[in-house]
């Protein structure tokens, strides 16, 4: 039963415009939203999150929002650059456990 | 400034072979974790070690067995090798503060034939 989707395999985005990446979530209990990256041989790396208590958290290019009613996350790129071009994790925590969706593999065309 | 180091890089076992992947971490962190990623998946959790001398099952756990040797270091056995563990395995670790992420090592690519 997997508890975090990523509904989009792949996005394909323009260098400079805004890649948007959607995550959506069925545990109630998740406290604690994460978004991760990850380049081919390499491990993921920590990107972004967002505490279940607040609604957006921005960092530089990246943002992220939180609509828990819809129990469903974004991540927000603005502006896209190539070397963004890797997959995106959406994760979820609780109980000291993290919940991965499948991911989305982001291409930025120059 | 290592982070999190995952030894081998890639392994070609036989099925019914037995091996041990290893990890450390220099972060002085308290959790640990293995998890697996398989085309088209996300990760997934097989074990993981709250503590030094504390380890539960995940998501996935059967076909594996872990030890915490110590707080520095997560080793991940399998006892007899079966194709479908062929797979990506990555450690990570994670401080025990309010909203911490986990860190990731760079993982193991197994292969079993």
């Known amino acids: 039963d997997q508890q975090v989707k990523q509904n989009s395999p792949s996005l394909s985005v323009q260098e400079g415009r805004i890649s948007i990446l959607n995550c959506d979530y069925t545990?109630?209990?998740?406290?604690?939203f994460l978004w991760y990256k990850k380049y081919p041989a390499e491990g993921p790396t920590f990107l972004i999150s967002i505490s279940s208590i607040k609604d957006k958290n921005e960092d530089g290019r990246f943002t992220v929002f939180l609509n828990k009613s819809a129990k469903h996350l974004s991540l927000h790129i603005v502006p896209s650059q190539p070397g963004d071009s890797a997959v995106y994790f959406c994760a979820a925590h609780a109980d000291y456990k993290l919940s991965f969706g499948a991911g989305t593999t982001v291409t930025v065309r120059a | 400034n290592a982070g999190v180091t995952q030894t081998p890089k890639f392994q070609v076992l036989k099925t019914g072979q037995s091996m041990t992947l290893q990890c450390a971490q220099d972060m002085n962190h308290n959790s640990m974790y293995w998890y697996r990623q398989d085309p088209g998946m996300g990760l997934r959790l097989i074990y993981y070690s709250a503590s030094e001398g504390t380890t539960d099952k995940g998501e996935v756990p059967n076909g594996y067995n872990v030890s915490r040797l110590n707080k520095r270091e997560f080793s991940l056995r399998l006892e007899s090798a079966a194709p479908s563990q062929t797979s990506v395995y990555f450690c990570?670790?994670?401080?025990?503060?309010?909203?911490?992420?986990?860190?990731f090592g760079d993982g193991t690519r197994l292969s079993i034939l």
């Open positions: 990570a670790s994670r401080r025990d503060s309010l909203n911490q992420p986990q860190h």
């Open positions: 545990n109630s209990m998740f406290d604690y």
